[in-house]
């Protein structure tokens, strides 16, 4: 089994364990909000320095299928990258079970290929030989700086709260579940090619493209993006929920005007996954005043994006479809 706690356990369990920051200048993830943020000051003190801020996420990651260590990174790599920062470094440490030094060379020089793929250096890292765990452990913590408009965080812009949000648009970019759609893929592909021809899915092995986050993010902190979630595991309907919680108010969604590709529908149907709710790295949400103006720039530069639906008053989080409203529910991650 593998996967993370829930919303009600990180709340709980973990957030609420932790003591308050010792620095002013430092922001904790959250829900809703993955990435940590750090405020770097070059010579004086206090508000009196020139600031640098630079953005922390973590996760562990595993060597699982052919996909398994590209979208454990790339999930990191958004988690940075919804923010407006572009990682540039990260730190390694690989728990092997044994001391097969083959094997963890061969998963280092992975591990470091992909990163340097997206452009990250690994700059420092452990290793350690550990017989409590039965397959190799990676640990990877990734950063990034800002390079341009950085996302200034709901908390900053004092925006929380469902009658100061009620009315902006929730524009999402992206297919859905397009790296589940790619596990899938590969963890059932025998069967797949014996139920749909191989020239109809083939094609599906190029959204590995689409995994990662760019100038979407950009563009949408350009037209007044006041907050952004990459979509990750559990889907877009899990993260929906999140920021329905980072906000702190309700939302009502338009189900047919979430982007999915006949693919997706199709793999799903075979595997019995609901496809709003399987891995959707390299897709994201951003709220904002104007969603139309949004997902119209958006597309003008090369991006699938729609108006999906907008924040409302109320508390409830709703997904309309063909006039039946359904309740989402918190996202289950195990």
């Not at 943020?37 to 010579?43: A, F, K, N, Y």
């Not at 920062?85 to 290929?113: F, H, N, Q, S």
């Not at 877009?236 to 338009?254: I, Q, R, S």
Request: hydrophobic share 35%.
């Amino acid at each position: 089994m593998r996967g993370k706690f829930g919303e009600h356990q990180t709340v709980r369990s973990i957030l609420k364990s932790l003591p308050r920051t010792v620095h002013d200048d430092v922001t904790r993830a959250g829900i809703g909000d993955d990435y940590a943020r750090l405020l770097l000051r070059d010579g004086g003190s206090g508000d009196t320095g020139a600031a640098k801020s630079v953005n922390v996420a973590a996760g562990v990651c595993c060597d699982s299928g052919y996909m398994g260590l590209r979208l454990d990174i790339a999930r990191l790599y958004n988690s940075i990258r919804i923010g407006g920062y572009m990682p540039w470094a990260a730190v390694d440490t690989i728990v092997m079970p044994d001391d097969d030094e083959r094997r963890m060379k061969k998963l280092l020089r992975k591990l470091a290929g992909i990163c340097a793929e997206y452009g990250v250096d690994i700059v420092t890292g452990h290793t350690e030989v550990n017989s409590a765990v039965a397959e190799p452990i990676i640990s990877l913590t990734m950063m990034g700086i800002s390079v341009g408009q950085e996302h200034a965080g709901y908390d900053d812009l004092d925006l929380c709260g469902s009658k100061r949000l009620a009315g902006m648009d929730i524009v999402m970019c992206g297919q859905t579940g397009v790296g589940g759609t790619l596990q899938l893929y590969y963890d059932n592909q025998k069967e797949l090619f014996e139920r749909y021809s191989e020239s109809y899915l083939r094609p599906v092995e190029q959204l590995e493209q689409l995994i990662l986050l760019g100038g979407q993010v950009d563009i949408a902190l350009d037209h007044g993006c006041i907050y952004s979630h990459d979509i990750s595991r559990g889907g877009v309907f899990a993260a929906l929920w999140e920021m329905g919680d980072a906000l702190k108010c309700g939302l009502e969604v338009c189900h047919d005007n979430i982007p999915i590709l006949q693919e997706t529908i199709e793999i799903c149907e075979h595997t019995g996954d609901n496809p709003y709710m399987i891995d959707g790295c390299g897709s994201a949400l951003f709220v904002v005043p104007d969603g139309k103006l949004l997902a119209d720039k958006l597309y003008e530069a090369g991006y699938e994006a729609s108006v999906i639906g907008h924040l409302t008053e109320k508390s409830d989080r709703v997904v309309v479809h063909d006039d039946e409203r359904r309740f989402l529910t918190p996202p289950r991650f195990l």
